[in-house]
């Protein structure tokens, strides 16, 4: 090779290191100047709890708020929607509540020679994505309504509500409704603690039952609670000579006249079949995750309470619809083995122990956790794992095991202590139970940086002794 080769061969070499150096260069800052301008996708982990109340806030100025306490002023009684308000697309329905801040008719004014029925109930009363004309007291209200008699049918429900809920609205507008029938319809989950109003929204907040029947004390105490309120009610509007038809939803099936038995109830009552509430009846769950029932559900709803009505003496006059289930009206007897049984059926579900919601790993001022036993377990070992946050202290802390005697155990820490455990005893008087609840209450909390809520400690580990 020559050297005028040689050397344009070499030039041409470090020309091309050199090009190639740059393009290095220029793709190491185009990467950091892209990094800059688009960073690592933003999640909700990754916010501070003020980022999260203000992403909260401009939600909710998209979309306004639903719900308000009853009265506004005091201590809810309730919730309810706002009166007189249009809403659009509120699970799954546009409509327009009326003067007492209901998805149902008008109040006023009550035309002459027409009887008014008044349902009150939760969520399966009130028919969450459906429209209002296939929810179950519409159903009815068109059977009644295809005679010569006239009624009018008010749907008095709301979502999350439980008994008291249902009680204090019934009482409330008993006056400006003036029913001459009252139907409750309680459901599996009225035992549940009410939701409260945050900004116009429900929080969930305190005992959540998830629907499910343990065969625990606290649930009985709750259970025992519901029926004595029923029947008080009962009495209350019988005193008024207004009938009451108890008129049970979603999944009781063999346990309403355990409960009945147990309580002295003996109301007039009916129980929804349970084929209605099967999986063809209900939503599926990427339409509504709760899987209340369909609009074909609903009509079988309506229908079996328009018959149910009809033979318990309600309304007069009217032809029964030809459907296939026998009307039953149980009163207090019922076969053990079925409800054996049927709080067996539910124990394959009671996997979640947390009976009142936790904040990630953080307990708020309450927590109430669900533990399983068997047979010759006789104490409960309580972990606290409390917060390394001076501002906390001094902290009390209440233990107990939820049972007849109510015996609590007080606690008192000056500053956090580490792997503090102590054990409760279980009473003789729950051991039948294959479940106890241990009740966990702080008199304080704080509000961190890393939590939205406030705190009082992390989650107690909780388990059973010999």
């Known amino acids: 090779m020559s050297p005028t080769r040689s050397h344009q061969a070499s030039s041409f070499t470090n020309f091309f290191i050199f090009l190639s150096a740059l393009s290095i260069s220029v793709a190491i800052a185009l990467a950091v100047l892209l990094f800059r301008i688009y960073p ?6 990754n916010l501070s709890a003020d980022e999260r109340l203000q992403l909260l806030e401009e939600a909710q100025s998209v979309s306004p708020a639903v719900y308000q306490s009853f009265p506004p002023s005091s201590p809810s009684l309730f919730y309810r929607m706002k009166p007189n308000t249009s809403y659009e697309n509120v699970l799954g329905d546009d409509f327009k509540t009326n003067e007492l801040g209901f998805r149902t008719i008008p109040t006023f004014p009550k035309p002459a020679m027409t009887r008014r029925a008044l349902i ?14 296939e929810t179950f007291p519409s159903v009815l209200s068109e059977h009644l309504n295809a005679s010569s008699q006239k009624w009018q049918v008010y749907n008095l429900s709301m979502l999350g509500w439980n008994t008291n809920n249902q009680v204090s609205a ?16 309680p459901t599996s989950n009225d035992i549940d603690d009410s939701f409260d109003i945050w900004n116009g929204r429900l929080v969930n907040k305190g005992f959540n039952s998830r629907a499910i029947f343990r065969y625990s004390y606290e649930y009985e105490r709750r259970w025992f609670d519901v029926f004595g309120l029923l029947q008080k009610t009962a009495d209350q509007l019988a005193a008024k000579s207004i009938p009451v038809l108890i008129y049970f939803l979603a999944e009781w099936r063999e346990l309403v006249p355990y409960y009945a038995k147990q309580t002295g109830f003996h109301s007039k009552y009916t129980v929804v079949p349970t084929d209605y509430i099967h999986d063809q009846y209900r939503l599926t769950t990427n339409i509504d995750p709760g899987r209340h029932p369909s609009p074909q559900g609903y009509r079988l709803i309506g229908e079996y309470l328009f018959n149910a009505l009809i033979d318990g003496g309600y309304i007069f006059n ?27 059926f539910w124990a394959q579900f009671a996997n979640q122990y947390d009976l009142i919601p936790l904040h990630g790993d953080t307990m708020a001022q309450k927590g109430l956790f669900s533990v399983p036993v068997k047979s010759g377990d006789s104490s409960v070992s309580v972990k606290l794992n409390l917060l390394d946050d001076w501002t906390l202290y001094p902290l009390n802390v209440r233990l107990r095991v939820a049972s007849y005697e109510g ?31 241990v009740h966990v209450e702080a ?11 406030p705190v009082s400690m992390r989650r107690p580990d909780i388990s059973v002794m010999k």
């Open 40 to 45: 690592a996708k933003t999640t909700l982990s």
């Open 443 to 453: 008199d304080r909390t704080v509000l961190q940086a890393e939590n939205s809520f």
């Open 170 to 185: 019934l009482m409330t507008f008993l006056g400006q409704i003036k029913p001459d029938l009252v139907i409750i319809c």
């Open 407 to 437: 015996e609590a155990k007080e606690l008192t820490f000056s500053k956090p202590a580490k792997n503090f455990e102590t054990t409760l005893e279980i009473p003789n008087s729950i051991k039948k139970y294959p479940f106890v609840e």
């Open 318 to 344: 009217m032809e029964r619809l030809p459907i296939k289930e026998t009307i039953i009206f149980p009163k207090q007897s019922f076969d053990e083995d079925k409800v054996r049984s049927e709080f067996g």
């Open 120 to 133: 009150i109930g939760d969520s399966w009363t009130y028919g969450p994505y459906v429209t209002i004309a």
